[in-house]
């Protein structure tokens, strides 16, 4: 692999894990839940400007962990929830162990 490929593609990794670590800081995947919310719904509940968190949802949709429908609304998959959590708690961790240092 070239070495421009190969920073590249450490940089999209670290974009990808930056998306997956905001979605959960902003508990996407709580707020949707099982059923489906709008842009306007998540932007209001998460006292978020659409524009920015339309961008972070549609980058997460194209990575798999949530879907858009024909209506434009969100819907999670299951990797979403899980992740929510799982990242949840790495951030707690993350959090504290910043307070140390």
Request: a positive charge; glycine letters at 8%; hydrophobic letters at 50%.
């Amino acid at each position: 692999m070239p070495p421009q490929a190969a920073l590249l593609k450490a940089i999209e990794g670290y974009w990808l894990s930056r998306v997956i670590w905001l979605a959960a800081r902003l508990k996407l995947a709580d707020i949707v839940g099982d059923g489906t919310a709008s842009l306007a719904a998540l932007a209001r509940a998460t006292g978020k400007n659409p524009g920015p968190l339309g961008r972070l949802l549609r980058a997460l949709t194209a990575n798999g962990i949530f879907r858009e429908d024909e209506s434009g609304a969100f819907v999670q998959f299951a990797i979403s929830l899980s992740a929510s959590r799982l990242l949840r708690r790495c951030c707690d961790l993350c959090a504290k162990t910043e307070k140390r240092l």
